[in-house]
């Protein structure tokens, strides 16, 4: 079983920053890619930034220059650095987590966190 949880939201004023983590856990060969999304109420989720395992991190339109998608492998951990933020960013975000099970050929098993709430005040 995999674990896999977010943390670091919150509310901040516009043009303010955030750094959500997301942290991954349990019985696992490795990680593969990992993720970031968000869902906006009334609106369906959606991809904001991707990170592979040897790195090479691919973002959004609406976020990119603004948001940044790192990872320390030895911690099994994601993070985005949100900078800039707008109120068009308020969103529950969510982490979803690429595993290889038992080696590389047995990948990729998906695992969602649960979200943390992003409200950015005008």
């Known amino acids: 079983q995999v674990q896999v949880l977010e943390s670091g939201g919150g509310l901040v004023q516009a043009g303010g920053s955030l750094r959500l983590s997301c942290a991954a856990s349990?019985?696992?060969?490795?990680?593969?890619?990992m993720g970031w999304y968000r869902q906006a109420p009334g609106m369906q989720r959606e991809l904001v930034a991707h990170?592979?395992?040897?790195?090479?991190?691919a973002y959004a339109d609406a976020v990119a220059g603004r948001f940044t998608i790192s990872r320390d492998n030895a911690k099994n951990t994601a993070y985005l650095q949100m900078n800039n933020l707008k109120p068009e960013d308020t969103a529950v975000y969510y982490c979803k987590t690429d595993v290889c099970a038992t080696s590389w050929y047995d990948c990729p098993h998906d695992y969602w966190g649960r979200g943390t709430q992003v409200t950015v005040s005008s």
């Open positions: 349990g019985s696992f060969f490795s990680i593969d890619a």
């Open positions: 990170i592979a395992s040897g790195g090479n991190p």
